[in-house]
């Protein structure tokens, strides 16, 4: 049987096949897949606050959370922003009211100073009409 059929002009034409080659398309899926694991770690953002454990509730979810955070080191943060002491208890009021929010979760690091920690929440308390929470990690078990 022979391969092909004579065509046009008495050349010898291929036998189609309806195959699809996906070895590039595979090739292509695993490279976006590792671009992907690798990516989404940087993308989460976030500070990074070793929160201590305790018997808490999980947070309800909120539209738009508000965060201040304080590393052992003693830096502060409003939600990614550093901010020192002093600019902290100047601007955190101007913040609130920016930001149009009457709830605040305080974020401290487990190695971080009990005065830092009392400052912060402090400043935070002086606010008027804000409540505020404490975030804790829940304790294994429970």
Same mark, same amino acid.
Not at 5 to 8: K, M, S
């Given at each position: 049987m022979p391969l092909g059929?004579?065509?046009?002009g008495g050349r010898r034409d291929m036998e189609m096949r309806a195959e699809i080659?996906?070895?590039?398309?595979?090739?292509?899926? %695993?490279?976006?897949?590792?671009?992907f694991i690798i990516t989404a770690p940087i993308l989460q953002g976030g500070v990074e606050?070793?929160?201590?454990?305790?018997?808490v509730q999980p947070l309800t979810a909120s539209d738009d959370p508000f965060f201040v955070s304080f590393q052992g080191d003693g830096t502060i943060f409003i939600g990614e922003t550093p901010v020192?002491?002093?600019?902290f208890?100047?601007? %955190?009021?101007?913040?609130?009211r920016a930001a149009n929010t009457? %709830?605040?979760?305080?974020?401290g690091d487990s190695t971080a100073s009990w005065g830092d920690a009392v400052r912060i929440i402090a400043t935070v308390a002086r606010?008027?009409?804000i409540r505020f929470g404490i975030v804790a990690?829940?304790?294994v078990g429970r």
């Open positions: 059929r004579r065509g046009a080659n996906v070895t590039s398309l595979v090739d292509v899926a %695993f490279t976006l897949l590792v671009i606050v070793a929160v201590p454990r305790a018997d020192s002491v002093e600019d208890a100047e601007s %955190f009021p101007q913040l609130l009457e %709830f605040v979760y305080i974020r606010a008027e009409g990690e829940p304790e």
